[in-house]
């Protein structure tokens, strides 16, 4: 068989993966493949979902399936949201840009980093013109409040429908590919929503990541839930906790005003070992008892990964560095490939575990191995 | 020690496949040997085979041993049948006609798949000629009915014995192999059930797999249970359902008229992630309390792996894959030999587990570790 | 450093066992080293006790340690016995003469295999002039009882002090490195045992091994437990039953005469995928209750793995391979180092266990996981 | 990117370890690398602690991390100590000097061991030069109760503020690389504390390992609980008992006088197979309730780490290894930078997880898999 009789696209996200170093430089790959010390919790992510087995029920009709669902009453073509990810410009020139248009062309809701390399308005006018799904906007509460709130007002200028506030980073994560690498921002590109405000460069160290750096000078490391009571007045927008890992920590979001919760643990970027998200989603949704919303992320590679989520109590899932694989391989084409096929496996999967709708499942899809 | 010296024939089902690439064309053996998606369930059904632990009991008389049983009533020399495997001609150009020879010649039951290169007549033809196993027919229920019912009668008159539904195939896994080769029915094959009617064709596709389409084409993904009491009104032929993972499926199989179930996965070709069939064998068995026969398939290539199976409850297994092997490497002495080394293994592995007769292969052989 | 700076000499069991291949054609290595189908058994009697944690004990005096034990009421200087393997003069021209004087100088009982190359007497003879440590005889059961009860006699005669039942070849088992090779006994080799009943020889097999056919016409496949009490009415040495990997089985040899039993999976050469024997230990412990001795062998290389078969109730441990690896190595020489050296792993692990004497060697010494 | 622009300093523990052969003989990275029989607790050392996950709680307030803690009464700006290890000069020519100069320039506690090679007075110099941090002394209990006596004696003269007695090793373990390379100390190195007494140096001997030969002839192996009682009567040091690893040890500790437990395997170097220190610190902490102060050491490589050991329990960890891989890279700045490195690890980790102080580092962050 010659090589042009087949079909050499790529067929799944892991084949996105495995292409994103010819597109990118070194330091640019380490940044979005790397993770915390040994990257156990990276790995983990991945692992934990292979292990868990699904169950599929027989005989259901599933000529036709509805894939749809709403998370914080918002509806959505699938549940599947895209995670907030730092400085698109570094992966493709189009940058956030590309991105926003790829997720809307599917209908889809991108949370906006606040790290991207594009103003958070810029990127709401593409998505303006792209399609009408809503965006979001993930927020670091920084030690100048005052910066924070301005930040937090332009987002809802801008029309965002949700403030994502993470809340895993007091510092960041030890990542010593970053550390090698002197890790900066490359000339020409800049934290974009800071512009002019003397805090948009992140410059190379003489030792370590100048990321870390950024982070550690800028952000508030003494925040506590109170802040969120304050976030929640501060804005209409509804108020999505990101980074839990725990049920007691899902309630407290709740308590102190949340209305979601997303189950992460940064892609394995922050405290290494910590669990996969998987594995702690039965908990945390068990605590919540359905009184707010619950959206994973965190390996997330296949259909049926999705349906592994769902199945165990999230409203939906978010991909991160997936994502950027796209977007590195073929800008807003890219990313678009990379949703239609995880919504193709998705939409397959349930086909073929016996769900019409995304209501059909349920946790009883989940093997539980006998001891 | 020379090599002429050496026995060098296949010993066990494992050598078969590790020759068969040297017989297939890429794309056949990738159709043959692959499975969906990341191949999970694929390797799961080996390896959880060889996690299970056989305690043999000592010193009964294993000086003759008993091989046979019965499925369905209907008597058995070994607790052993051929799966439904398509297209034996893209293995070997006797095709399914070698198959059921050897199968015949073993007194073996071969379920023919409606996926086949031969005429279901032509392939009950040569079994009456080989001997007087009965053979079994694999249905798919088509989205025109008069054309499923029409096969139906077909294989009733040609003398098949029974009828095994697919349920777990609504649509067809997404074989990732098939997408890269672009999958297609070489020249001079067809489906040849269904000659004459416009849908004998499987061609090769821009992209995807031309298998997949065709399926999609055909098959009818809105099949519920009440078409299982469709089924049994059309024919008297007993109605066996293959694919079945949960006890509640296999209990819904009973009540809706079903006479026998198949644990399967379809070779983990569907989806993926779904658990191990022996995995799940328990489950089942314990659900139909007997009111039911229960043959398993998926991972079976050792005699104590048949040990395993109808210690846990099963009639008997069903082998796929290895037949494509034994069929490529030689045609009908080929799968002879593959079906001789399995019962050798099988008899030997009674007898060292003390079992005198397929009824002393009882549930107190599997080893339950100590927590 | 240079080479002859360093110690050379093997300094563990394993050492002996990556040097044997020098030693031996490839033929008597595979037969050797090999085992039933996939070596799953093989395998997982080393990583089974490579899995047991042992919990020392502190601060008790071990500066002198007493080795010494008793089974069937025959002292031993330590808790070790050399299992039955077949055709010494294969891995050494010495053969089982040298094996026994090995054995003889350091005090340890040799059971002798009925598939010895050297005579029963000649063996009987040789222990004699080397030391008082007793024989044991293994027994296989022949279809002609009168050869059985024969060489039973001639046993007896011989001095031999107990007789060695094994009960888990009804068959052998299926081990594919001999089909491959047609094993057959080299010439000037013979089943000495047998030497003029014209069963002395094992000739090459035009396919398979030699040994499974010569096998298959010789011994008994109808044997049964009232067999052990015959074989108990024939003689007064104390009856063994070699080869229980269950409770139940062990009880039935209590009640049928035997005095002991060896817990052994025959080296993972019989039933492939039985247990690990150290993992069916305390099953049989606690079955027999004390009221016959056990013995276990499999996959025993380091003086730890002595001291945990002892912590869960074996009176001692028996091997095999590593016997014939120090044959291989330098003959009755290589035996003793073989010896010595697991002996001074026993004796320094009973004191960094914190055990003074076998009788310290106590169940608790086994860490249970918490879960 | 090219070599220049990457910072090539090691960036954590592991680093330290990969680097470390270069600057050491075979023979001294064999010691010190080196473990008992198949390194299988050595191992298991490091894999324990990878396969526990922590819960981290967010948003509470980590702008400010106290990471001091107290043992035995002792107040120590991180829970960290130095655990003995023997023969530093053999790492570096600074030695044992350079060791606690580093430990006392960040205020760290170092426990030397009895087999430094540098007296003991010559450090506690060292020490009272560089900082406050007090020394504490390992001991072995010599045959000659009268030399162990001294030896106490002047380490109490010397200003040491502990006495850890080492009861895990009446011999020492088989470490086989040291057999192979028939360790001995070098020429210019001695036991310094016995300089004088003739028991000063470790020869080569003809085979074996010197250390171990050395051992045997000179350290007591009948202790028994009652030396703690006597020891105890010896000094107005606390006694620290090292080696326990179980609970019921922990208390005969407790009941004979001692203050404190150290948790160890002796990194592996002692009873192969043993478990993790990690897998038994809950019995041990469970079992003393408090009564007295639990140090683990084994396998201890990240800041993660010592959280864990903290949340199961213990007041302190303590390293070994990775102190003579520092000493070894660069003298005493290398030992600096080894625990700057573990201490800016454990401060974010401390952040991580939402601990503003070793207080909060609580058993709840402990992740229990259900099951």
Known sequence: MTTQETFDEPLNLMDFERLAPEKLTQMAWDYYAGAA??????????????KIRLRPRMMVDVSQRD??????GQSMPMPL??????????????????????????GLTMILSSLSTTPLE????????????????????????????????????????????????PYFGRREADIRNRFFLPDGLEVANLRGTGKEDIDRPKGGS????????LLDASLTWKDVN?????????????????????????????KGVIVSNHGGRQLDTSPATIDVLPEITEAVGGKLDVVLDGGVRRGTDIL????????????????????????????QRVVDLLREEFSLGMALAGCASVRDITPDLIFQPRL
Chains 1, 2, 3, 4 share one sequence.
């Not at 010390?37 to 292979?50: E, S």
């Not at 100048?210 to 000078?217: C, I, Q």
Request: hydrophobic share 50%; aromatic share 8%.
């Open 37 to 50: 010390d040994d990257l156990v919790t990276l790995r983990d992510n991945r692992l934990a979902f292979n």
């Open 308 to 335: 592994k989520a769902v199945a165990l109590g999230a409203k939906a899932v978010a991909i991160g560095r997936p994502i950027l694989w796209g977007l590195a391989y073929n800008g807003e084409a890219g990313v």
């Open 230 to 258: 304050w976030l929640c007045t501060l804005t209409d927008m509804p108020v999505i906790v990101k980074g839990i890992l725990r049920g007691d920590d899902a309630v407290r979001a709740l308590e102190h005003g949340a």
């Open 67 to 72: 894939l749809s669902t709403s998370v914080l």
């Open 81 to 106: 949201l895209f995670a907030p990810t730092a400085f698109h410009r570094m992966a493709h020139p189009d940058g956030e840009i590309a991105t926003v248009r790829a997720a809307g062309s599917r």
């Open 122 to 169: 810029d990127v709401a006018q593409a998505a303006a013109q792209a399609a009408t799904a809503p965006l979001w906007f993930q927020l670091y509460v920084y030690k100048d409040r005052g910066l924070t709130e301005s930040v937090v007002r332009r987002a809802e200028a801008a029309g965002y429908k949700a403030l994502v506030l993470t809340v895993d980073a």
């Open 210 to 217: 100048g990321l870390n750096a950024y982070v550690a000078s």
